[in-house]
């Protein structure tokens, strides 16, 4: 069977590899385009001729995520380095470990666990209406220009603490955990960051853990800092969520839930150490209001390219509200946000053009063979259907390019079109299953789907509801996704100054 070594991919430069061209290209578009001139599979060389796998076939896609998903784990060196920023934590973890915490933290991800939020999220989605109107009426004409990606993130942080740890923002901790996720993604993960990223492959796993305590370099300090500040406050949330529980205060936020579940006797077998505890606090403060924040400032910034799309959106919400008001209620509820199809439409489309995290590492456990959906094209001129895969081969899982493959979403797959989602037969070309929701990857697949993804839409949607009703968008800079994991949005020609989405915002017309 063909192998990898049989797999085309771009020309590496001597020692480099393929590395130098996706810091200096932005790693996210450069692997759109390769994946147009190569195929849904195809190789990437890191420094000093290490090889990659990058996979967007969906055949492939769901063997490693759902079919045989444990025979695949993150490769140590990416385990090492999640680690280093919050603890020993379900993202790290695998097989047994994974799946014990994977059961202890699932009952607090529930439908109605979630729809409680509800009231949350509007709270803090209005609060940035309220921020944003302010800044309208101290313009000079009723229109200004704003970061709107500086102002989702705190929101969504609040939108986090509130409903999953049941905490006010309004004080010290809430401050230090503002400054902390101010530039969360620029300040780990800068673009140079790739740098190192591509020399951990060379490493030995084992010394990764005692050189990232040490290293004194800007982001790794950033990252150690992450880990002792999330800690911190996570002990000190865990200690009352415990005394709460001790006299009897029960409160079903995700901390509760954690604490109270660990203690029960039936899971004296599998249960967290105390560190576990404060990691899965500290690995839900980031995976839980930077993705939600980045998607929405993305599918603002569509929104505010596609005026269109804009002006349909806002016609649903407001005859919606309008339809809520009139059965004397103040607020919609999870069932009206299900009836907006158009609402759905947009949220399905940006979640694909713009996946919060374009790409994950995995590694093969064992030597495999990975079925494909669409054949690719050898460096000798053979179409295959299946490659050969050795034992220790490292993959990624290009989430990223899937969402875009022309197979699986046509040949428009690179516009953002909310449109496609309204026909009658699903968007997806592809019968494979990749996904939680239709068929986009964005929140991965199978075994290690995202916890939070009902969470993530629900809160998504309260916050496109309450800004689209009240202001019209402009674009007003060129935007360059950025990132090799985390997708952040710069500002082109002012990279240095890292994420920032600057919108034109006005009122919306009631006429
Ligand atoms: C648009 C928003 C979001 C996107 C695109 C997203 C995407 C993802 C992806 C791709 C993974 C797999 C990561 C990996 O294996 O390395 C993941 C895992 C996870 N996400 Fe999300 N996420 C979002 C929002 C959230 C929210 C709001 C929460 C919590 C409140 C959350 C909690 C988690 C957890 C706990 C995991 C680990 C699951 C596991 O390993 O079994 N996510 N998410």
């Known amino acids: 069977r063909p192998s990898i070594s049989h797999i085309r991919g771009p020309r590496p430069e001597l020692f480099f590899g393929n590395v130098r061209h996706i810091i200096k290209r932005s790693n996210v578009e450069a692997m759109l385009e390769w994946q147009e001139e190569f195929g849904s599979v195809f190789r990437f060389q890191g420094f000093f001729g290490s090889k990659k796998l990058i996979v967007a076939d969906p055949k492939a896609l769901h063997h490693i995520l759902n079919t045989a998903a444990y025979e695949f784990p993150k490769p140590g060196a990416f385990r090492a380095v999640i680690r280093a920023i919050s603890g020993p934590n379900i993202v790290a973890a695998e097989g047994d470990d994974h799946k014990k915490q994977r059961r202890l933290m699932s009952p607090a991800f529930g439908v109605r666990e979630t729809k409680a939020y509800l009231s949350i999220f509007k709270a803090c989605a ?16 009723q229109s200004t220009v704003v970061d709107v990606h500086h ?3 705190p929101a969504t942080l609040e939108a986090l603490c509130e409903a999953t740890f049941d905490f006010q923002m309004d004080n010290k901790r809430g401050d230090d955990l503002r400054k902390l996720y ?27 853990t005692p050189l ?8 790794v300090a950033f990252i150690r800092k992450h880990r002792r500040q999330s800690y911190e406050i996570a002990a000190e949330i865990m200690a009352e969520k415990s005394h709460a529980i001790a006299e009897g205060r029960e409160s079903r936020d995700l901390c509760s839930l954690l604490v109270k579940a660990n203690a029960s006797e039936k899971v004296k077998d599998f249960q967290l150490t105390q560190e576990e505890l404060y990691a899965q606090s500290s690995v839900v403060f980031i995976a839980g209001h930077d993705t939600t924040a980045g998607t929405l400032t993305f599918g603002l910034w569509q929104l505010a390219r596609h005026v269109g799309v804009q002006t349909r959106l806002r016609e649903e919400v407001r005859a919606t509200l309008a339809a809520i ?3 004397g ?12 199809p158009y609402l759905q439409a947009v949220m399905k489309e940006t979640l694909r053009l713009h996946p919060a995290v374009a790409q994950i590492a995995r590694s093969a456990g064992k030597d495999c063979v990975l079925p494909l959906s669409y054949p690719v094209e050898t460096a000798s001129g053979e179409l295959i259907r299946h490659i050969a895969v050795p034992k220790g081969t490292e993959i990624v899982v290009a989430i990223s390019c899937y969402n875009r493959n022309k197979n699986v979403w046509g040949e428009d797959a690179h516009v953002f079109r909310p449109d496609r989602w309204l026909a009658e037969e699903q968007p997806s070309k592809s019968k494979t299953s990749v996904g939680v929701i239709g068929n986009i990857a964005s929140f991965l697949s199978g075994t290690r789907s995202c916890l939070g993804w009902k969470f993530a839409m629900l809160e998504m949607q309260s916050f496109l509801v309450e800004i689209i009703d009240q202001f ?30 600057p919108l034109r915002i006005s009122p919306a017309s009631r006429d």
Request: glycine share 4%; proline share 7%; net charge negative.
């Open 126 to 141: 209005e609060k940035v209406v309220m921020k944003w109107q302010d800044a309208v009426v101290h313009s000079d004409d």
């Open 151 to 153: 102002t989702l993130l």
């Open 182 to 208: 101010a530039n969360f993604n620029n300040d780990a993960f800068p673009p140079n960051a790739a740098i190192l990223a591509a020399l951990l492959d060379w490493i030995p796993t084992c010394i990764i």
């Open 212 to 219: 990232l305590r040490i290293l004194p370099v800007k982001n």
């Open 325 to 327: 008001r009139a059965r």
């Open 329 to 340: 209620k103040a607020e919609p509820s999870v069932e009206d946000m299900e009836s907006m």
């Open 472 to 501: 019209e968008l402009r674009a007003t800079k060129e935007i360059r996704p950025w990132g090799d994991n985390l997708v952040y949005p710069l500002v082109d020609g002012e990279e240095e100054k890292g994420a920032q989405m």
